[in-house]
């Protein structure tokens, strides 16, 4: 594998991540995951921004771009099964990672949409990789060009989300 489509392979793998982090924002809303409930410091468990409707409409979407990629290259996924098991890996691992962060971000006492550089970006991405990791592995180098890349397209797309009236803050 030359260094380039290493890369693009390293895209390739991780593309149901980023699909299942992104598409809440669309389809986002109605019942809070936390159900409006505390934590024992007053604060919120994980806030409004995080419903059900985001969390499985992203893993949903996730698992489908997984889908669609075995017709593209059903040799790099095996068989149709292993493509869908790493797609849904990666998808719910991206969201649970989001959840993880936003419970962090509460107990800073950071409000909802307020942004947390690093774990904002990072949080989904390494969970993703961790859920992922027992179906199929990418080598470290290219989990390493991920974490750099995964925030500059994070910054890059949440502008234009904003842009696109979809997202009321630009990060
Ligand atoms: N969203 C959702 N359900 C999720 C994740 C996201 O409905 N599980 C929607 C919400 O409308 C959210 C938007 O996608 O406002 C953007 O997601 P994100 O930036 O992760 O949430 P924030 O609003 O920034 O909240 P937090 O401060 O908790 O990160
Ligand atoms: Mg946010």
Known sequence: ?????????????????????????????????DGGRLWKDG???????KTWRG?????GTGTLIGLLQYFF????YGSIGSALILAFLLSFGALF?????SFIKRRLDLPRGYPAVGLDQLGFLI??????YPVKTISSGQMLFLLVFTPLLHWGTNYLAYRMGWKSVPW
Do not use: E
Not at 5 to 33: C, D, E, T
């Open 55 to 59: 969390f499985f409409g992203g893993v």
């Open 127 to 132: 969970s993703a990789m961790v859920f992922a």
């Open 73 to 76: 290259t059903p040799s790099f």
């Open 97 to 101: 990672g989001d959840l993880v962060g």
């Open 1 to 33: 594998m030359g260094a380039l489509s290493s890369l693009a392979w390293a895209l390739w793998y991780i593309l149901p991540a980023y699909f299942a982090n992104g598409s809440p924002v669309l389809f986002g809303g109605g019942r809070p995951i």
């Open 43 to 49: 604060k919120r468990l994980l806030g409004d921004g």
